[in-house]
């Protein structure tokens, strides 16, 4: 069971680094410590804030913000990014089923959205916070419990309703009330959940995503006097880290007409970094004993942003697709392999497990793929500079001993096994053996869940039929 005071410990916490760094001043000649005369909002007396820049792990830089008031001793605490608005969103997912899960640490920028998917209660963007799961979720329970007894004398019906919720977020926080799942949106991408030592199927998942124009306006990046600059198509190729070697042909700005294959296509886009016109290259190939797909690349000669995605086509299969490859010998990382954004990946000698559009549709080989998630992930939790880590020592001990065994069958020295499965049927492992069957692979159909089903869309999609529902809701064509 969790411990009431963890939260209250971690938020006091914030106030004591400040505190302590503070402290510290006297004997160090930089100061890292701003102190400034305040007006509390409580008494309207003066008192004093403090700011403090650091790190911390599993993130980067932030200022601590910590306010006392010697009067009426009000003491309030909240977080601020230090760094640069990140060139894309970030959507975190966390299932909560266990009492460790509660105390994991969550950074919530001014700009996220928090939402608790069981009980569909959304927190809209507002202060930033720096607390763990059960500190979150019992500040949002004492946020809705201040206005309750005018609720209770005006809107009865009301009251009875959000003191159901509120009695449900505070048996969640108490871990009465397991499992429930959390999730951050941040279009800043300066939010964080720690992730756990154990990534089992369903458990985290982190998603990138490009920004929309309202976002980025929100955000205030961007010309937002609506007018828009003229776009410039570069006439050479730049896309280098897609295609090894640069297309004979020269590109095709006209896209009217049928796209050909291995045919390089470009056409004006909005870079998700700094909001101005980029182009992004396409080009459609063909994989044998498979289909075609479209790679697209995008590069901003402006800031320098870079992405390249794979994206599959074709009709939606009545079932889902699972491969399963047993990696045996070093020769099978050079399998080629692709992931679409529909695809869950995952291998448990290696205790992995990447969920659905974590890491978009890549079309790579096994090692090349197994490269990215390692590099991804250690630099969410390790690349935080050499000052506040504080890590402690087990969980850097379980992350250590994770890396070193990714790392050693990105090698050749582990066996493994590797298990893609895609509801839409849109991913893919190379047979050496094709068109025989290769008895390392093993490639099977299955039936898609109904949440597969509502998550694709595919529960209200209707291709036949539909002019006779129009027309008898009284819409005319």
């Known amino acids: 069971m969790a411990q009431p005071s963890l939260a209250k410990d971690l938020f006091e916490d914030m106030g004591r680094k400040v505190a302590e760094a503070s402290a510290q001043e006297a004997d160090d000649d930089t100061k890292v410590v701003d102190e400034i005369e305040s007006l509390c909002m409580n008494c309207h007396e003066n008192g004093t804030t403090r700011l403090l820049l650091t790190k911390i792990p599993f993130f980067r830089e932030i200022v601590i913000m910590s306010f006392e008031c010697p009067h009426c001793h009000l003491k309030n605490s909240e977080i601020q990014p230090a760094g640069e608005i990140q060139q894309r969103g970030v ?10 899960d509660l105390r994991r640490q969550i950074i919530k920028s001014d700009t996220a959205v928090f939402r608790v998917e069981d009980i569909d209660l959304e927190i809209p963007p507002g202060r930033g916070q720096l607390t763990n799961v059960e500190g979150i979720l019992s500040m949002v329970a004492q946020d809705l419990e201040q206005k309750q007894e005018e609720r209770k004398q ?4 009301l009251y009875e309703q959000v003191q159901g919720v509120i009695q449900k977020l505070k048996d969640m926080a108490s871990g009465t009330k397991l499992p429930f799942t959390i999730l951050i949106d941040d279009p800043a991408g300066n939010s964080s959940i720690e992730p756990p030592t154990v990534l089992t199927s369903g458990k985290y998942s982190r998603h990138e995503y490009s920004r929309t124009a309202a976002q ?4 205030g990046l961007g010309d937002t006097t609506g007018e828009a600059p003229a776009t410039e198509i570069r006439p050479e190729y730049h896309a280098t880290q897609m295609y090894p070697e640069m297309p004979t042909q020269s590109m095709v700005n006209n896209v009217d007409d049928d796209i050909v294959e291995n045919q390089v296509y470009s056409f004006p886009a909005t870079c998700p970094g700094c909001t101005k016109t980029c182009t992004t290259n396409m080009k459609m190939v063909n994989i044998p004993h498979f289909k075609q797909v479209i790679l697209m690349s995008t590069v901003c000669d402006h800031c320098g942003y870079r992405s390249n995605e794979v994206k599959t086509g074709g009709e939606v299969p009545e079932k889902g697709r699972r491969i399963t490859i047993e990696v045996k010998t070093k020769e099978d990382l050079s399998r080629d392999i692709l992931k679409a954004e529909s695809c869950a990946m995952s291998s448990p000698e290696l205790n992995l497990s990447v969920e659905p559009g974590t890491l978009g549709g890549r079309f790579t080989t096994i090692e090349g793929i197994l490269t990215q998630v390692r590099d991804d992930l250690r630099s969410s939790i390790f690349d935080i500079g050499d000052a506040g880590d504080s890590m402690d020592p087990a969980s850097k001990g379980k992350w250590d001993a994770f890396f070193d065994k990714l790392s050693s069958a990105i ?11 895609d509801p839409l049927a849109s991913s893919y492992v190379q047979s050496f053996t094709a068109p025989e069957p290769d008895p390392q692979l093993k490639v099977e159909e299955y039936e898609r869940t109904a ?3 509502e998550s694709l869309g595919l529960t209200d999609m209707k291709t036949e039929g539909y002019g ?3 027309e008898a809701n009284g819409v005319k064509a």
Do not use: C, H, W
């Open 91 to 100: 959507k975190y997912s966390l299932r909560i089923d266990r009492d460790d």
């Open 154 to 157: 005006v809107v009865p019906e």
């Open 216 to 219: 980025n306006e929100a955000l």
């Open 411 to 421: 090698k050749g020295e582990e066996k493994f096994t590797m298990t893609l499965e």
């Open 451 to 453: 949440e597969e089903e």
């Open 468 to 470: 006779q529902d129009a």
